[in-house]
Nanobody
Framework: QVQLVESGGGLVQAGGALRLSCAVS????????MGWFRQAPGKDREFVAV????????YYADSVKGRFTISRDNTKNTVYLQMNSLKPEETAVYYC?????????????????WGQGTQVTVSS
């Protein structure tokens, strides 16, 4: 049974930082690209960041470049999202997801496995 379990969300003031983790089980972690997405109330789920399955290359949404960092530890089957300089408009549920696609896919429909999400609330 495949499981993706996010943790690390919470309440933070604007300008603050959080580190999200996503622990993965039930699949060969190194064979999957891992992405982070977020969904604010009343909005579509949007791409945030991805780290490739092969060479660990990364790609970010323009809105988070320079502030967020995605990384993975294949020995721990875990992907991370370090979020710095958070803004109130980034309040959302953050999801991790796994894809078998190579490269750095950004479209949510290519991700076959999803976590349950973790709430991030940024206060002004």
């Amino acid at each position: 049974q495949v499981q993706l379990v996010e943790s690390g969300g919470g309440l933070v003031q604007a300008g603050g930082a959080l580190r999200l983790s996503c622990a993965v089980s039930g699949l060969t972690f190194s064979g999957y690209g891992m992405g982070w997405f977020r969904q604010a109330p009343g909005k579509d789920r949007e791409f945030v960041a991805v780290i490739a399955r092969s060479d660990g290359s990364t790609y970010y949404a323009d809105s988070v470049k320079g502030r967020f960092t995605i990384s993975r530890d294949n020995t721990k089957n875990t992907v991370y999202l370090q979020m710095n300089s958070l803004k109130p408009e980034e309040t959302a549920v953050y999801y991790c997801a796994a894809t078998t696609r190579f490269g750095v896919p950004v479209m949510k429909y290519v991700y076959g496995y999803w976590g349950q999400g973790t709430q991030v609330t940024v206060s002004s």
